[in-house]
């Protein structure tokens, strides 16, 4: 039987809508913007056949011999959880932290729906068996997911009232025996080109009157009517100058809907606004997804600290006291993520309406909505230590074989580091903070979570006020 890895690959050849520029993608594994991504990716699903690595990875299907991946681990005590924890960081360490949507993410939520079935089937009569069937199916066939759940950014100031943006957002055109169909647009998914299906619901709570709008679905890639409009490729075929590019390019897409036929056994929700929005805010699957992104943040967080220890060095200016200061703001940076994810694990508890064992959400609610100011932070730190060396490199390696070769060996230099490992390191650094990738990866930092701004102030309105607020009226009190 072929390798997981070539399954997946296999799996894409499904008569999928992919566009990049005016083309039509027919191979993807072969295609220059995907196919370094793509091995990357298929690569990550063969440790799962390794006998030596696959149990770091995965756990076996009910003491079978059947392994998926611990995504799929429906956690019941600290040990499910540490072993979830510890195939999200073995995934995000493999891959440096920069891939973000290696499906661990979706694949969470599915599993938190499905340690939650019996609870959540109470939104609808046959959601129960639709969950059950999709999440067995999902992890006996290793399926790829990602998530669509924002709406395209025509006019944010108005809503669905306004017939130009009903049009636009997705909604159902009709309903038939098969299921329902669907037309309007979805952004942003990441890994959307590649994957198997997409979970689709409204990120925003709706207005009960918006009933067409309302929906929650598991909508396969190939469907006849999807579209994947992708960003500009940032995949770079060139490994020695483009490390990070060459090998991570999570592609984004905007999903484009032309009446596309979701059929009943996918449609999760239909027409009902709260129960779409209590799917989507339902705090036990929610907080295992989270919970793969802040660990997957700190393996993020460890790379660019290494990479920036490196360049200080490479150039000798870890001596110098400010270096030092920003250095070790990056130690502080790392540790408080660390302990975050320690903080969630340790204070996890047993959900008494589940029975799943889940992370302390509010630490990893913080987690998610400090890395958004950290992760800048961090380049900005990898920029100002490095100064103008990162344009200070020739432009391909391979100019150390050429005519220059003497000179650039002797120019190129650094403290204890010959030239040519010098211009690799830089280029590597530039690939974090100045290519196409890493200027995304800023942008991807700031915003996976949802909009910041909002993130923050709803751990505000969240938060128990009165615990902070009237130890402070007692004191005032205790003073007249
Ligand atoms: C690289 C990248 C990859 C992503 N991948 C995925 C993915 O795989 N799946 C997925 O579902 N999503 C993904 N996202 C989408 C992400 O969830 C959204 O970008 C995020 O939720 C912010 O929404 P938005 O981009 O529509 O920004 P907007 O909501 O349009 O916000 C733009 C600005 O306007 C302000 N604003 C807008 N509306 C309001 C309001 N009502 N109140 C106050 N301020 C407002 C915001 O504060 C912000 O400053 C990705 C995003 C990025 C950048």
């Known amino acids: 039987m072929a390798s997981r890895g070539k399954r997946f690959l296999d799996s894409l050849n499904d008569g999928r809508s992919v566009w990049v520029d005016n083309d039509r ?58 072993k979830r924890s510890h195939a999200f960081s ?8 920069v891939m973000s949507r290696l499906s661990d993410y979706a694949r969470s939520l599915v599993t938190g729906w499905y340690g939650s079935r019996k609870q959540l089937g109470k939104l609808d009569s046959k959601l129960e068996s639709k969950i059950t069937a999709y999440y067995e199916e999902a992890r006996d066939n290793d399926l790829f997911l990602t998530t669509s759940l ?6 944010r100031s108005k809503g669905l009232d306004d017939q130009r943006i ?37 990120f925003n709570k709706l207005d009960t009157r ?11 890639a190939g469907s006849k009517g999807l579209h994947i409009v992708c960003r500009d490729s940032f995949a770079e075929a060139d490994v020695q100058n483009y490390p990070l590019s060459a090998r991570y390019d999570e592609m984004d897409a905007v999903l484009l809907f032309d009446e596309v036929l979701v059929p009943w056994e996918r449609v999760l929700i239909n027409g009902d606004a709260d129960a779409v929005w209590k799917l989507r ?13 802040v660990v997957r943040f700190v393996a993020k967080l460890e790379f660019v600290t290494g990479v920036t220890f490196a360049v200080a060095d490479a150039i000798g200016v870890d001596g110098f006291l400010h270096v030092q200061e920003k250095l070790g703001e990056l130690i502080t940076q790392i540790d408080t993520m660390k302990a975050l994810v320690i903080a969630a694990e340790v204070q996890a508890k047993l959900d008494p309406v589940s029975g799943m064992w889940l992370p302390e959400a509010s630490y990893i609610d913080t987690a998610r909505s ?37 000179l650039l060996n002797r120019y190129f230099e650094g403290v204890s580091i010959n030239a040519e ?9 530039w690939d974090l903070i100045g290519s196409p990738l890493g200027s995304r990866h800023e942008l991807y930092e700031r915003f996976y979570a949802g909009d910041p701004v909002r993130s923050f102030a709803n751990q505000y309105l969240s938060s128990d006020k009165s615990a902070l607020v009237d130890p402070i009226w007692k004191l005032l009190r205790q003073s007249r």
């Not at 339902?282 to 907080?287: A, C, I, L, Q």
């Open 25 to 82: 993608v027919n191979d993807l594994p072969t295609h220059p913007a995907f196919s370094g991504t793509l091995n990357t990716i298929s690569q990550l699903f063969d440790l799962l056949d390794d006998v030596k690595i696959r149990d770091q990875v995965g756990y076996s299907v009910d003491g079978s011999d059947k392994y998926a991946h611990s995504s799929f681990l429906v956690p019941y005590s600290a040990e499910d959880l540490a």
């Open 90 to 97: 073995y995934w995000a360490k493999e891959t440096n932290g």
């Open 150 to 155: 924002l709406d395209p950014q025509i006019d």
């Open 166 to 202: 009903a049009e636009r957002y997705l909604h159902v055109v009709k309903e038939t025996k098969e299921g329902i169909v669907l037309s309007g647009a979805k952004m942003i998914a990441t890994g959307a080109p590649y994957t198997n299906d997409f979970l689709i619901f409204s």
């Open 210 to 220: 918006h009933s067409k709008h309302a929906h929650a679905l598991i909508v396969p």
């Open 281 to 293: 805010s339902h705090v036990p699957s929610n907080t295992l997804a989270f919970h793969q992104t």
């Open 370 to 406: 400090i890395g958004t100011k950290l992760y800048p932070r961090a380049i900005e730190i990898l920029q100002q230590i490095g100064g103008g060396g990162f344009v200070q490199t020739p432009a391909r390696i391979s100019q150390f074989d050429g005519p220059l070769s003497d």
């Open 421 to 429: 490992n010098k211009v690799r390191l830089f280029k590597l650094a």
